[in-house]
């Protein structure tokens, strides 16, 4: 019986032994970064300035409002709190696949009582007996060939890429409450210029119709005042309407039902100034602050970690067997050495033929891990070219800002100068109403010029990757199997 210990002693401790790991083992991939962005390069304190800001960029924005409407959207948005089980998910899956590594035990027990007939002459009747059986099944796969740590490593991996998911789903909420708020609010200023006109409108068409009436002004000037008045009224309920709209959708990635902020966010407001500087870095900066990017990389990590995986199911699986089973037929008896039956074992099993599977199988691993390297450099590339073409769109719209700009000035000049011109007799009413039409125009132009500003910076601190790095949205780790590490 020693002999037979000591045999199984010895077997558990050559299943110890961690063996080799097959497979490749991940490289993070080399960059070949360009030094600057073309549309904007960046001096190291240019770089120092804008990753200060990035953490709360929202805040540049010097706005109470959007940074309360911030905190509540980071406390109650379901699309974080989903993301937040997936991430548990994760980490629970990559415990399972670790747990893999180490022994199954069962347990049994049985308790009998039978009677064999007496009247046959072969075999002879035993009579009644009774038997009592405990059982300690134990079942250990060795990972000789590193199949289970490399799948632990592609389940970890995923559990990196689901926290920098995460992280994705924060900064695009964040942008996302930003860009509606700014839309409701450069609605409101909107909504107030068309009312402005309205006032304007309707005082003109009561001069046109006393003018009219004095025999001093024309139907066809009366008609042309309230065609003006009948279509900025038209515009009215178009802005209305889209203040709600926006009010809801704010209400929803807090978290709350779409109507709840209507009557909070109705009264008029401002749009919020744009920082007094424009965010610079360069490449190396957004690839580090950038999650997607660390998601992809992450992703193909676990891809590579699967290469492993495919090539061991192709080797010889080695497993220990081991049964523990006292056997009695009187109780007291169960528990005592002579009761005590056991096996231990070492199992091989080898696949011989199958058609090709296991081949095909690691064939698709390397594809899959190749994919995957090719859609890390296309979120690279993508995540360049988001910096690239805010920069433009900041650059195109602070131009065509300026312009809209003087074209205001301009155009209340000459609607000042008409109207003077028209109530000195000079001057017909259609040049009044012409002037009135391009203030207007000009006015709404500038109201929308500025939300493009704004929805500008927003798409830039987006793109930068900025909003998470003081935000802990990682729940406690949950308990993992010895030897996996937890992230």
């Known amino acids: ?80 709190q989903i993301a937040r089980q997936r991430l548990l998910q994760a980490r629970d899956e990559r415990d399972e696949t670790a747990s893999g590594a180490y022994p199954t035990v069962d347990f049994g027990a049985s308790a009998t009582r039978a009677r064999a007939s007496t009247t046959v002459e072969y075999p002879p009747g035993f009579g009644n007996y009774h ?13 000789i060939f590193g199949a289970n740590r490399r799948a632990t490593e592609a389940a970890n991996d995923k559990v990196g890429a689901s926290i920098e998911q995460r992280r994705a789903i924060l900064i695009s909420l964040l942008s996302e409450v930003a860009a509606d708020y700014a839309t409701l609010r450069a609605t409101q200023v909107r909504l107030s210029i068309a009312q ?45 309407a889209g203040i709600a709209v926006m009010a809801h959708a704010i209400g929803v990635l807090l978290g709350r039902y779409p109507g709840d902020l209507e009557a909070q966010l109705d009264n008029p407001q401002p749009l919020m100034a744009t920082p007094a500087t424009i965010p610079a870095t360069i490449p190396a900066e957004v690839i580090a602050n950038r999650p997607d990017v660390h998601e992809a990389e992450l992703r193909y990590a676990a891809a590579n970690a699967q290469i492993g995986v495919a090539i061991a199911a192709r080797l010889p699986h080695l497993s220990i067997p081991i049964s523990i089973t006292p056997e009695a037929s009187a109780f007291n008896q169960l528990f005592t050495f002579a009761s005590l039956t056991f096996s231990a074992a070492l199992a091989a099993t080898q696949h011989v033929y199958d058609g090709g599977k296991l081949r095909a199988q690691e064939r698709a691993a390397r594809a899959a891990a190749e994919a995957a390297r090719l859609d890390y450099k296309q979120t690279v590339l993508t995540a360049l070219q988001d910096v690239e073409d805010a920069l433009v769109h900041l650059q195109a719209d602070e131009a065509a800002h300026i312009s809209l700009s003087a074209s205001v000035r301009d155009a209340r000049k000459s609607l ?23 203030v207007f125009a000009s006015r709404d132009a500038l109201a929308g010029s500025d939300l493009s500003l704004v929805e500008d910076y927003i798409a830039l601190f987006k793109a930068l990757g900025g909003g998470w790095q003081t935000i802990d949205l990682d729940p406690p780790a949950t308990p993992t199997s010895p030897g996996t590490t937890s992230q």
């Open 196 to 240: 402005d006109n309205v006032r304007i409108a309707q005082k003109v068409v009561s001069l046109a119709e006393q003018e009219d009436a004095q025999g001093i002004g024309t139907t066809l000037g009366t008609l042309q005042a309230k065609a003006q008045l009948e279509q900025t009224q038209a515009v009215l309920p178009g802005l209305q």
């Open 416 to 438: 000042g100068q008409s109207t003077q011109l028209y109530n000195a007799g000079l001057s017909d009413f259609l040049t009044v109403l012409t002037d009135e039409r391009t």
């Open 131 to 143: 038997a009592y059986q405990l059982g300690f099944d134990a079942s250990w796969e060795l990972d």
């Open 1 to 80: 019986m020693r002999r037979r210990l000591s045999l199984i002693g010895r077997l558990l401790a050559g299943a110890t032994l961690t063996g080799c790991t097959v497979g490749p083992n991940f490289a993070h991939p080399k960059l070949d970064l360009p030094a600057q962005f073309t549309e904007r390069p960046a001096t190291p304190t240019d770089i120092a300035m804008t990753n200060a800001r990035l953490a709360n960029w929202w805040t540049s924005f010097d706005d109470p409002t959007l940074n309360d409407l911030i905190a509540q959207a980071i406390a109650g948005n379901l699309d974080l």
